[in-house]
Structure formats: structure tokens, C-alpha cells
């Protein structure tokens, strides 16, 4: 997903050192969840982005119909009675040129962030679809594309141009048990219930055509600006002022190229490393901060939340 309208055309060079992946990636059983949407406003000189994120809850059993099936490789099924569905909605809206809408639909197992499957959207001066589906060893890519004109109005499921691709990678010589997708580190801030001096957790995300060893701490505890608004069942309240935080680092490495070859992280449009910043009150995300290449270092912060007294 794209944050900044001048994302979709940089990439990032070079990459953090990180220790090897840990032979049991981190579990997530039992954490709490106390957000159901999150809204982020981004406002630069290029235009804004307004970018909706949604965590629901799944029965396992209900979601099977809504996974493709790789013609390569073992599907990934799930690991639990639930999946969680991750939806990224963000809507760009530039100075110059044509409006963007990047919708992100994430299905994962919570208990280890394991993803089943990604469909990406793009609407706008340029259409297309891709269907990710993890299997234990890659991941298959269906990409479709409007054939024409005349197929520019259709929805996505009948667009006749299309490419089926493989990615494979070696779980056993990566040192990763499970793989997880960049969105869902989202969640991951959220229910790793960290604690600074705790030592660094790893796992495993596919990307776009890679996978990637992924290091986050709890790099120190700070005070933070924040102003958003928080709804729930029992009205409306606008969160201002000082809050304290958790601000959690994550780095980044390719495992399936060189550093010549290595494609640039993406999480949330960021390349590369990036910092989640969590409300240790509320636990929910109030800011996410990471690089643009050739822009510096870009501060996202939370417009709106829709909390529930239902933990996830």
C-alpha cells in the first residue's frame, strides 16, 4: 500500500544488519486487541493521503471460499478456529495528476501473524489486481489487468490480461517456521505486548517478490503530541495532548537476494526501516514514522479510532 503519492516511484538502497531468524517465531495467542479501525492523515507538500485500516475477526471454516488456490506448492491453511482479516484503504489524492485508491486485503492466522492471502487493488491512471496466496514453499501471484478500453469499467474479475507468477523461497534454510505479510506488523505492534529491555523478536514477511527477516524491539519508552478521536459504543472523546508511548523499532533484510538485487521493504508505502509508536494507555498505534528515499523521514499520525470493549 502506498502512503505518499511520490512513493510509488522510489526505492530504497541498502539494508540494517539483523540477527538470523530465531527457531520459534513469536506467538500472539491470547493478546489484546482494543482497536477496530484505525484512520491516518498524511498532509505533504504533494498532496494527501487518507489511509483506513480495519481488523476483523473470522471463523476459520467460513473464510476456506474466500482462498484461491495456488496451482504450485502446499496452500497455507489456517492454524486456529479464527482468521483475522486486515483491510488498508488508502485514498491519494495528489496536487497534480489523477486520484489513487489502494485497497490491501490481508487474511492471517493471529496466533503467529502467519498469512494465508493478500489481494492488492489499484484504482485510478493505472488498474490492476493481485492475488497473493502463501503456500509453505513461495508464494503464488495471480496479477490481472483491464485488456483495453473496453475493459476499463469492468470489475477486476473480468479482466481477461493475465500473469501467473511463483515466488519460491526455503523455509528451513531462511530459519523461518511461519511467514507473515508487511500490513499485518501492524498487528503485530498491537499485540506483542513489549516491554523495553526485552530482547529482539524476529519473523519472517513476504513483500512483493521476496521474503525478509524482520528484527522489532521495544526500542524506549517517551512522551508523544497526539490528537485523534476515539469512538465507541459509549460516544465520542478526543485524545489530546502528551501521552506516554512505546515506540517499537522494526528492521529489515532481503533473505532471497543480494543487496544488488534486494528489493526495498514496504510497510504502509515506507521503505525500509520504520517505527510504530503505541499508546501504552490505550494501546492502540498513534504514529508511524519512517523514510521516503530523497524526502527524509515522514511522521504519520492518527486521525481516528473505533475502540471496543471486546479484546480480539
Not at 478500453?149 to 469492468?154: H, W
Not at 512505546?246 to 525500509?272: C, P, Q, V, W
Request: glycine residues 8%; proline residues 6%.
Amino acid at each position: 500500500m502506498t502512503v505518499f503519492f511520490i512513493i510509488l516511484v522510489c526505492h530504497l538502497g541498502g539494508f540494517a544488519p539483523l540477527a538470523p531468524a530465531q527457531s520459534t517465531p513469536p506467538v500472539f495467542e491470547g493478546s489484546e486487541i482494543y482497536w477496530n479501525s484505525l484512520g491516518f492523515k498524511s498532509k505533504k507538500f504533494l498532496g494527501t493521503v487518507n489511509t483506513r485500516i480495519v481488523l476483523e475477526q473470522l471463523p476459520a471454516d467460513e473464510v476456506e471460499d474466500e482462498l484461491v488456490a495456488s496451482p504450485q506448492g502446499e496452500n497455507v491453511r489456517p492454524s486456529g478456529r479464527r482468521v483475522f482479516h486486515l483491510t488498508v484503504n488508502s485514498a491519494i489524492d495528489p496536487l497534480v495528476g489523477s486520484d489513487e485508491l489502494l485497497v490491501t486485503r490481508v487474511w492471517f492466522s493471529p496466533r503467529k501473524a502467519a498469512a494465508l492471502q493478500r489481494i492488492r487493488l489499484r484504482e485510478g491512471k493505472e488498474q490492476w489486481e493481485k492475488t497473493y496466496r502463501w503456500t509453505q514453499n513461495g508464494v503464488y501471484r495471480l496479477r490481472l489487468k483491464p485488456q483495453g478500453a473496453d475493459e476499463k469499467n469492468l470489475p477486476p474479475g473480468l479482466w481477461t490480461d493475465k500473469e501467473n507468477s511463483f515466488y519460491p523461497y526455503d523455509l528451513e534454510q531462511s530459519g523461518c517456521l511461519s511467514v507473515s505479510e508487511p500490513s499485518v506488523l501492524l498487528y503485530v505492534a498491537s499485540a506483542a505486548g513489549l516491554a523495553v529491555g526485552d530482547q529482539p523478536r524476529h519473523l519472517c514477511a513476504f513483500n512483493k517478490k521476496q521474503l525478509h527477516l524482520v528484527q522489532f524491539q521495544a526500542e524506549k519508552s517517551q512522551l508523544l503530541e497526539i490528537d485523534y478521536l476515539e469512538k465507541s459504543q459509549h460516544g465520542e472523546t478526543r485524545r489530546k495532548g502528551e501521552a506516554e508511548v512505546l515506540k517499537i523499532s522494526f528492521t529489515t533484510r532481503s533473505l532471497t537476494a543480494d543487496e544488488g538485487r534486494a528489493e526495498a521493504f514496504s510497510f504502509l508505502g515506507l521503505k525500509g526501516n520504520f517505527d510504530i509508536f503505541i499508546d501504552k494507555a490505550s494501546r492502540i498505534p498513534v504514529q508511524i514514522s519512517g523514510k521516503i528515499p530523497g524526502f527524509g523521514r515522514v511522521d504519520i499520525k492518527l486521525e481516528k479510532a473505533l475502540v471496543s470493549p471486546e479484546k480480539k
